[in-house]
């Protein structure tokens, strides 16, 4: 299909990708003893109870209260119920044997404008959460940042603006003070990317911006944020946790040689713009270049770039697909399948002349290709840009369109399709480790259906079923097997 491939190369020499993928059917592979599999969620797309125990609005609340914004005009006001069914929701996860489990914290329940003492009862809620994860042998990862902001920091200027670094420090403060004896890992940032590109570039996130010059100062004051975040925790937690970031990086693939620009272009906006300063403690001299119509960088300040790099116990990497991209002639209608909703914003700030052209199937129910040897080369390319860096899939799952069937009385999702989907990156994943990449564990997305941002609650990624009418919980074959793989550390034949 292609014939360069490249991630995360810090020149433009694009790098050889996995070319020829077996189709990673593989049942019976075993994985290291002490690989940790787990499950993911994020607060504001289960936690409902949007106006309880002194919870403040989050631009989420703001985005998905505007009319047109999300499919069916859906919103998390209920979402899964979680924050009511808490302990449900926790025996559940003991029973699908999750060894550890990713949440994130809702920073509007901490201090409900951002700024501020913190709220008593939204440090209670999590308490419950982190000491119910721990009572049942589940370790606790905590995500500072899945997308939430406090709507009074952005109505202050939000990601554009430094001050909400600055702000998020001090949060993170705040919970590493109050959680610092019992997380495991800390993730400060979900997908810098999708905060900063499709909140304020595309539009199509919340604050629903179409701004490139916010979206690359967005960029940078989240970088700061997770620098910023790291230090304060350090200065106070009690134990001995891993630090980590989560970030989406893109596998991007050149439709022909004459694409290395292209490649070269998105992987300095959706991958580089990340790693270099978190990574290497410098932004690509490339990614500077093809934004200088945009902006001179000079909102990054002297001693920004030592506190964004840190070092990092693990790198989160989440993965569910591929791009593949071409220079555009400018002539024929342009082609935009990046996989993300199109509501007439770009995501990628200063690469007008980039196309993301349509890929080869199979699909998931978000239209997105199931490519598994895409992961592969992803964390293959990771080890041989961060050869000292450990890894962590910490999002990897697909929507889709699934139904209840009854067998007698009993329901049941038979979601064949998604334990093939399981199961080949999972086999992608193996493959990785027997090349020696340092892969400590895998997350799937996620622990149940929830609300899919733009999508509302269209799409399913769940492992468990959720009935919005009756909010029950039913797991899904999908869950069964993965059940069984977490128990067992190895893939079922
Ligand atoms: O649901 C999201 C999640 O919040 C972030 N990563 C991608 C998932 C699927 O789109």
Redesign the pocket.
Same mark, same amino acid.
């Given at each position: 299909m292609s014939d360069s491939t490249t991630t995360l190369s810090t020149d433009s020499t694009p790098a050889v990708g996995v070319q020829g993928s077996p189709d990673y059917r593989d049942g019976g592979l075993e994985f290291p003893a002490d690989f940790v599999f787990g499950s993911?969620t994020?607060s504001y797309?289960i936690e409902g109870a949007v106006h309880e125990d002194g919870r403040g609005p989050s631009i989420w609340d703001t985005f998905s209260h505007t009319p047109g914004a999300i499919w069916n005009d859906d919103n998390g006001d209920v979402a899964d119920d979680h924050y009511h069914r808490l302990d449900e929701d926790l025996d559940l996860m003991k029973t699908l044997n999750l060894q550890a489990y990713r949440f994130s914290i809702a920073w509007p329940r901490i201090q409900p404008t951002g700024r501020g003492p913190a709220n008593q009862a939204g440090l209670a809620f999590y308490s419950r959460l982190i000491d119910g994860l721990i009572s049942r042998g589940i370790r606790p990862v905590a995500t500072l940042y899945? #997308?939430d902001l406090p709507q009074a920091l952005e109505d202050e200027g939000g990601w554009a603006a430094r001050s909400t670094a600055e702000a998020f420090g001090e949060y993170a403060r705040i919970v590493g003070e109050a959680f610092g004896d019992r997380i495991h890992t800390w993730t400060t940032l *979900? /997908?810098p990317w999708?905060s900063a590109y499709l909140g304020y570039g595309s539009g199509a996130h919340a604050p629903g911006m179409t701004d490139p010059l916010k979206a690359l100062r967005a960029v940078h004051h989240l970088n700061l944020a997770h620098g910023l975040a790291i230090q304060a925790l350090r200065g106070v937690v009690t134990n001995d946790p891993e630090y980590s970031v989560t970030l *989406?990086l893109h596998v991007v693939r050149g439709e022909s040689a004459d694409a290395a620009d292209a490649v070269r272009q998105i992987d300095a906006l959706g991958n580089r713009a990340f790693t270099g300063p978190m990574l290497k403690g410098a932004y690509p001299a490339d990614l500077l270049a093809d934004t200088a119509e945009i902006t001179d960088w000079s909102f990054v300040l002297d001693g920004d770039l030592a506190i964004i790099h840190q070092p990092l116990d693990v790198l989160g990497v *989440?993965y569910?697909s591929t791009n593949l991209v071409r220079i555009w002639d400018g002539v024929s209608p342009r082609q935009n399948a990046d996989g993300h909703k199109d509501v007439g914003g770009s995501p990628w700030p200063g690469a007008s002349r980039v196309e993301f052209l349509v890929q080869p199937g199979p699909y998931t129910e978000?239209g997105w290709n199931i490519e598994p040897a895409g992961l592969e080369e992803l964390l293959l390319s990771l080890r041989d840009e961060f050869p000292a860096q450990p890894l962590m899939i910490t /999002?990897n799952?697909a929507?889709f369109d699934d139904s209840v069937s009854l067998a007698g009385d009993v329901p049941a999702v038979h979601d064949a399709d998604r334990v093939d989907y399981l199961r080949r990156h999972l086999t992608a994943a193996h493959r990785a480790l027997e090349q020696g990449v340092d892969l400590r564990g895998y997350f799937v #997305?996620?622990l149940m259906d *929830?609300f /899919? #941002?733009g999508y509302g609650y269209s799409?399913r990624?769940g492992i468990v079923r959720v009935d919005y009418d009756t909010l029950e919980r039913l797991p899904k074959d999908s869950a069964h097997w993965y059940a069984q793989l977490a128990s067992t550390n190895r893939l079922p034949a």
């Open positions: 993911a994020a797309q899945h #997308w *979900n /997908e999708c *989406n *989440n569910y978000m /999002e799952g929507a #997305w996620s *929830n /899919e #941002w799409k990624f």
